[in-house]
């Protein structure tokens, strides 16, 4: 199976900062990694698919980056409601293991 | 608005059984795969397996595989998620979402739409 290790596992920002958490998987994915935006009681959200592109609606301050095994997720400008968690997934272990990193706590500073 | 929308919580005893659905709306129900998707109390997300509603083929996590079965009625555009036994370790939220890529069984296109999620806890 493939593992999939996000870093940090906390993170404590100001709003208005640059961020970046990264996620590492135990082999060469390609280019097969999401990432998810997950707030309390929610559902979480789809932002970034194939590594760097942009989920519609999502907006521009998420970009992904990363190929092979390893990728970041930047947010250029933290807004209030970026402050939750955030996970990867790998979507190369076709058909049936799709593993999610163990997720990213943004918190305010 | 394309939407996911999930049966509401329930509170069950170990050995019960359990069935949880998700229904889709204002899209093709049949063009996108279906997955569901665990979060245990505190703790990240773990995918469980998927499901094709034209056919209903499916696929399982290992570590879900002979603990759940997973279903799909196209006459009525709902997906299920079901236990034959639930046991206290199945207490959790589960949350269904549709694969992102249209006629694609892969997540390459991420899971695009999700449901609110549906608490399940199971206790004596």
């Known amino acids: 199976d493939i593992q999939m290790t996000q870093s940090p596992s906390s993170l404590s920002a100001s709003a208005g900062d640059r961020v970046t958490i990264t996620c590492r998987a135990s082999q060469n994915i390609m280019n097969y990694l999401n990432w998810y935006q997950h707030k309390p009681g929610k559902a979480p959200k789809l932002l970034i698919y194939a590594a760097s592109s942009l989920q519609s609606g999502v907006p521009s301050r998420f970009s992904g980056s990363g190929s092979g095994t390893d990728f970041t997720l930047t947010i250029s400008s933290l807004q209030p409601e970026d402050f939750t968690t955030y996970y990867c997934?790998?979507?190369?272990?076709?058909?049936?293991?799709?593993?999610f990193g163990q997720g990213t706590r943004l918190e305010i500073k | 608005e394309v939407q996911l929308v999930q049966s509401g919580a329930e509170v069950k005893k170990p050995g019960e059984s359990l069935r949880i659905s998700c229904k889709g709306s204002?899209?093709?129900?049949?063009?996108?795969?279906i997955s569901w998707v665990r979060q245990l109390p505190g703790k990240g997300l773990e995918w469980m397996g998927k499901?094709?509603?034209?056919?209903?083929?499916?696929n399982y996590s290992p570590s879900f595989q002979g603990h759940v079965t997973i279903s799909v009625d196209r006459s009525i555009t709902t997906a299920y998620l079901q236990w034959s036994s639930l046991k206290a370790s199945d207490t959790a939220i589960y949350y269904c979402?549709?694969?992102?890529?249209?006629?694609?069984?892969?997540?390459?296109?991420?899971?695009?739409?999700w449901g609110q999620g549906t608490t399940v806890i199971v206790s004596s």
């Open positions: 979402a549709r694969l992102g890529g249209e006629h694609s069984n892969s997540l390459y296109f991420g899971l695009d739409v």
């Open positions: 997934q790998e979507s190369y272990s076709s058909p049936n293991s799709y593993t």
């Open positions: 204002a899209y093709r129900f049949t063009n996108y795969w």
């Open positions: 499901i094709d509603p034209s056919d209903s083929y499916i």
